[in-house]
Each structure stands twice: as structure tokens, then as C-alpha cells.
């Protein structure tokens, strides 16, 4: 069975900085894309930022050049280093992992305070 535990939200003030990872276990093979998405209340589920398993990255455009993703193949891990956070970036962050099926974490929560 495959899970996916992330870890790494909170609370912060606008400007501050906050950590994502997100750790696969079981048998995943054949991993495409690793990814995170976010959801805020009363909005739907959005891509934040999308990372091939050689490693290009995208992100949406509301946080180029202050989010950052990463993984580590060897681990099944995936990451987000998220800079210069604004009260809009405040939601559920979810994990998602793309092989020859789909699995989703949890969710962690990121509250910025203005």
C-alpha cells in the first residue's frame, strides 16, 4: 500500500519562509512527475509547482521566483521551500505523485498572517 506523509506546515507571518516534504512509502514505480497542489477555502484545487522525474520544474506563475521544488529520486521524496510567503498563499497543501497511477497525501496546512 502506498502512502504519502507529508510534513513541514504552520503558522508564519507574511515574508517568512516554510518547508514541505513529502515522503512516499510502499511500491511506487515508474514515477513520472512529482508535484504539489494547494486548496483554499471556498476555491478549487490548484497546481503550485509540478517537477519531472529528471528533475525540470514548473510552477504557477503566482509564486515564480519564491517557491522552490526538489526531490530526491533514491528517497521518493519531493519538496517545497516556499520564500517571501503572502497571506495568499494560506491552504491546504497537498502532495501528489504521478506513476502508472495517482496517489495524493493527506494535505498539510499554511497559514500566513499578514
Known amino acids: 500500500q502506498v502512502q504519502l506523509v507529508e510534513s513541514g506546515g504552520g503558522l508564519v507571518q507574511a515574508g517568512g519562509s516554510l518547508r514541505l516534504s513529502c515522503a512516499a512509502s510502499g511500491n511506487i514505480f515508474s514515477i513520472n512527475a512529482m508535484a504539489w497542489y494547494r486548496q483554499a477555502p471556498g476555491k478549487q484545487r490548484e497546481l503550485v509547482a509540478r517537477i519531472t522525474w529528471g528533475g525540470s520544474p514548473n510552477y504557477a506563475d503566482s509564486v515564480k521566483g519564491r517557491f522552490t521544488i526538489s526531490r530526491d529520486n533514491a528517497k521518493n521524496t519531493v519538496s517545497l521551500q516556499m520564500n517571501s510567503l503572502k497571506p495568499e498563499d494560506t491552504a491546504v497543501y497537498y502532495c501528489?505523485?504521478?506513476?502508472?497511477?495517482?496517489?495524493w497525501g493527506q494535505g498539510t496546512q499554511v497559514t500566513v498572517s499578514s
Open positions: 501528489f505523485i504521478h506513476s502508472h497511477f495517482v496517489y
